[in-house]
Structure formats: C-alpha cells, structure tokens
C-alpha cells in the first residue's frame, strides 16, 4: 500500500498546506491535493482539475516528469506532438512520459473534471501557480516579462512550443534584462532553483516516445 504524506525533500517545491486551488480566471482551476511517496518511493504530486468547453493548456512538456490524467467527469481531448486528435471519457487514463510534448482540452459541452499526478513534483505547482497568476493578471496570456522570466528559469523542466524558439532565444533575454532594470521580478524573489538531471534520465520502465492509455 502507498504512504501518503505530505512530507517533502528539499527538490520539491512546495506550497502547502494542501489542498490549494489556483484559477487562472480562463476556464481552468486546478487544486493540488498533497504529495504522497508510492510504492517505489517517488514522490508523486496529485491534483485535480476543472476546465471549462474548448480550455485547455497550449502545447507543452514536462521535461523530468511523468503526468497521468484520468477523467473522472466529461470528454477530454488530446494530442501528442505530430499525432492525431484523441479522447478519453470518464474512467479513463492517459499518461504522458517525460519529455512528450502533448496538450489536452475540455472536448465536450459540459465541465471536464480529471484527477491526475505528476512526478517527480519538483517546481510543477510553483511554476504553474505563477504561470495562472499572469495570465489571470494579463487577461488570457502571461505577461511578456512574467512569461520571459519563467519559461528561461525554468526551461531544463518545461517548454511550450506556442512561443517560436527565436522569441526564446532573442527576445526573452532582452525582456528579462529590462525586467530587472525595471523591477518587475520583485514577486519571484522566492522562486525556487530549477530542477536539473541529466537529459538521459528517464522514470524506471517509462517509455519518452509515446502515451499511455486506458482509453479504446
């Protein structure tokens, strides 16, 4: 059987005391239930999930972490980076391996209610709660200098392929710079450093080139 706990090392970044919920003021509110150690011993982060029709997050990955996703109200849709449109229905499960760009959405007419875990946690809830913090503040989208700071911090463990790899490269250090001369970073004095391993680790027995699913 796993422990559950909400005991955490010095690699995860947390912020308790759980559960807390976030709403990024666009459709999607995601509640972090608490870390747990299964029965492996990784730490593994669970959340749950409420989106609304036609929300969703944009392309992204997970560069160090395994998510699972299983819907437990409504149809969701999903696709990994060069597949095709996918969906899954109540009771079913689909897990994206560390490294897989991948999105998902609310695909029917009604709420889309999911629980799902991700591990290892590292920053996932720091970031994330900055991330809907911004787009909440910025009507729809992060801010330019919240995005820049983030997604450059942070980038051994998330990408979003939304933003063209030459605004990364050649705008976000120029944002950043004027970030701090302006002092707009003030409210990340806190940010955890970022998680690094190397880029060959994988999670024992998980495959990085496709998805998981318990969906027909």
């Excluded at 749950?48 to 969701?76: C, D, F, I, W, Y």
């Amino acid at each position: 059987m796993d422990t559950q706990t909400t005991a955490t090392t010095s690699t995860t970044a947390t912020h308790g005391p759980y559960p807390r919920t976030i709403d990024n003021g666009h459709g999607e509110v995601l509640t972090f239930l608490g870390v747990r150690i299964d029965a492996d011993g990784r730490q593994v982060l669970e959340v749950e999930n409420q989106v609304q029709p036609g929300s969703g997050p944009p392309m992204h990955a997970h560069h160090l972490q395994e998510e699972s996703v299983t819907v437990t109200e409504g149809r969701m849709g999903y696709r990994i980076a060069g597949g095709p449109d996918r969906f899954a229905g109540p009771g079913e499960t689909v897990t994206f391996a560390a490294g897989q760009m991948h999105r998902f959405w609310n695909a029917g007419d009604a709420q889309l209610r999911c629980s799902g875990s991700v591990s290892p946690p590292d920053n996932l809830e720091y970031f994330l709660t900055s991330v809907y913090a911004s787009v909440k503040a910025h009507g729809g989208r992060p801010g330019a200098f919240d995005g820049a700071f983030l997604l450059t911090r942070y980038r051994s463990e998330f990408a979003m392929t939304s933003i063209p790899t030459p605004v990364q490269r050649f705008v976000f250090p120029l944002q950043l710079f004027l970030g701090k001369l302006l002092r707009r970073y003030d409210d990340f004095a806190d940010a955890p450093a970022p998680a690094r391993r190397p880029a060959s680790a994988t999670l024992p027995g998980r495959s990085t080139t496709s998805a998981r699913s318990s969906a027909g």
